[in-house]
């Protein structure tokens, strides 16, 4: 297991921007997947990006465009720089890494995005 830790979070106006921050305790680089997901009140889950071991990405079509991930693995931190936030992008974001064997989160970070 991997232990993950967000920074980040916080209020921001509509339009505005924040980049979150997913810390781990060990090497993330041979890890398949390093995963974004948020949750708002009453909602479920939601997969928001996503970043390969290889590099690639992939997004929620709610965050395409605004919305991006990154990896640095000599930091063994994962990004997502959030661009152009709305209302509806309030949730508690979570930070995850998946692999083999390996289903890790963090403890979450709020966003809340004033209209």
């Known amino acids: 297991q991997v232990r993950l830790v967000e920074s980040g979070g916080g209020l921001v106006q509509a339009g505005g921007s924040l980049r979150l921050s997913c810390a781990a305790s060990r090497s993330i680089s041979r890890i398949n997947a390093m995963n974004w997901y948020r949750q708002a009140p009453g909602k479920q889950r939601e997969l928001v990006a996503t970043i390969t071991s290889g590099g690639s990405t992939n997004y929620a079509d709610s965050v395409k465009g605004r919305f991006t991930i990154s990896r640095d693995n000599a930091k063994n931190t994962v990004y997502l720089q959030m661009n152009s936030l709305k209302p509806e992008d309030t949730a508690v974001y979570s930070c995850?890494?998946?692999?083999?064997?390996?289903?890790?989160w963090g403890q979450g970070t709020q966003v809340t995005v004033s209209s």
């Open positions: 995850n890494a998946r692999g083999y064997s390996l289903d890790s």
